[in-house]
Each structure stands twice: as structure tokens, then as C-alpha cells.
DNA sequence: ATCGAGATTGACGTTCACGTAAGGGGAAGG
DNA sequence: CCTTCCCCTTACGTGAACGTCAATCTCGAT
């Protein structure tokens, strides 16, 4: 959150519906359909997230692509760097590795869900906290 | 959570216990207790987060000041910058402020509050996923 | 008196996640 | 053919949040 932060920079984000309307999607199209710019997904491309097909020099994103695209934004507003979204995608396409490659991808999954628990009480902190201010202000008319 | 971010910058930090023990606290115990650098706390003096007495040049943090501390990196560990931080700490601090100004602290609270359980329906959804290829790793063996 | 440990203030460097020109290609419409 | 529009790449700039020296200062202990 960070750079150019605005004052609420998390929006709501549905469960992404799956647009069997479309076959692929331009870059605009994504960016249009998830509130970011063009540069932000050609960054995440070079920083090796996301992987779209070319016809000629243009990007297309496939049904896949977008809903990674959306795994990488949820990843980001629940706090993950652009890093930490790739480890993570890492960990997913070596499903088929070896036995200990697999066991050491559990550990991480089981230590990133821990990690995650850690913030929703940190976060339940805060809602009960600025509850709390909230009825103090009520009551003070 | 930029910066130089390690692979699991979060860790959980208990509710604060009182430390009725001390009476006041020099930068190094916090540094110590809240795993921070002297740095980051005197650039969070700079921005106008904390304002610690001092005894001579040197700072001294009371319990308020403690405890204030340890609500600023909880606002950071759920994603607020310092900036969103300092606003929500002059919300407070305008408890006493005219009835408009109440009025627009409490719709900015209750803004927040819808943020923050937003962002806990993505941690949510980021669990369950995790979970969900977690079930896939163990079960293919 | 001095010595080291820990405090201070600048001031410049760094990383992350993009923003922002600057310049150019290709298709479509008038 | 020219303009418009959308796409591309390259490259330098930027804001947030510190890191990292460097040069003091100060205070208790030897």
C-alpha cells in the first residue's frame, strides 16, 4: 500500500465471476475490469507473475491468466509484495516435484496460512478497537 | 510492506501486556520488545506518530507512548501507511472537536471498519485456497 | 581522566511498485 | 493518405519507509 497510496486503497473484490462470454482478454480489458493500469500488469509480467500469450507484440490474456491476475491482487491487498505473490506461484507449479520438494512446498503453505491467521486477529484488533471509538463518539452528543 | 521484506515479515505481537514494572522506556527497550530499528522509531517521530519526552537529548517513551507504539505497527502489520496511520491517530485526538467534525470522524471510522473486513474476507479466501492445495498436496502421494 | 556503550542529528543510499514521458508499430475509419 | 486509437518497449523519475554511514555527545564505570 505504499506508493501512491490513496486514502482507502482496498475495494471490495467479488469472488471473480467466470465471464464464459469472453475467449481472451486485452490488456485494457483486464485493466479496466480490475482497476489497475497497463504498466502495473506489464510489471508484473516482467517481474515474471503473470505470463500472457502474443499475437504479434500484443498481449492476451487467457481465462486463466485473469483469474491469476486476480490471485495476485487479492495476495497484494492482504499485504503479500509482488515477491512473496511469486514464491507463492512458484509453490503451486511444483505439484509435481519430488517427495521433499513437495514436503518443504506444505511447510511454506502451512506457514504462510498461520501468518495469515495472525493478521485477521490483527485486524479484529483494530475493528473492535475503532468500534469502540465509534460509540464513544455516539454517546458524547 | 515494501522495503527490505523478508519472506515472513509478520509475526504475531500478543494484546500488549502492561509492563507496570517500568516507568518509562528508552528507544532501545522498544526497539527490543517490538523488534523495530531506533531508526524507524525516529522516522515515525519525524512524520508526527510519537512525541516521547526527552531528557536532555534523549528520548524517553512513556506507557502511552508504548502503547501507542504498538498500535501504529499493528496498523501497519494489517496494511495502513504511516500517513493513513497519522490520520487515524488526529481522528482521536480530536475527541473534543465540534459536532461536524465528530460527524466526519465517525463516517471515516466507520469507512475504515468496512475496509478492514474487507480485507479479511480476502484473507479468508487466500486461507481457504491454501488450505484447499495443502489437501491436494497430502493427498497425492 | 578516559573509555566504551549507547544516545543524538544530519545526510545520502536503497528497495519496492509502479508513474511518466518519449518514441514507434499496426489496424481502422474518414 | 492522414488521423485516431490502442498497443508496444526503453528508460528515467518518484514516494514511502526506512538503511547506512559519519560525526558528535553523554554518562556511568574503571
Known sequence: MPMNAPAFPLEALAPIDARPDRDSFTISDLCAEFSVTPRALRFYEDEGL???ERRGTARIYSHRDRARLAWIL???R???SLAEI???IDLYDVGDGRSTQKQFTLERCLERIELLENQKRDIDAHITELQQFVELLKSSD
Do not use: A, D, L
Open 50 to 52: 503473470i505470463g500472457p
Open 86 to 88: 511469486r514464491e507463492m
Open 78 to 80: 492482504v499485504g503479500f
Open 74 to 76: 487479492r495476495g497484494k
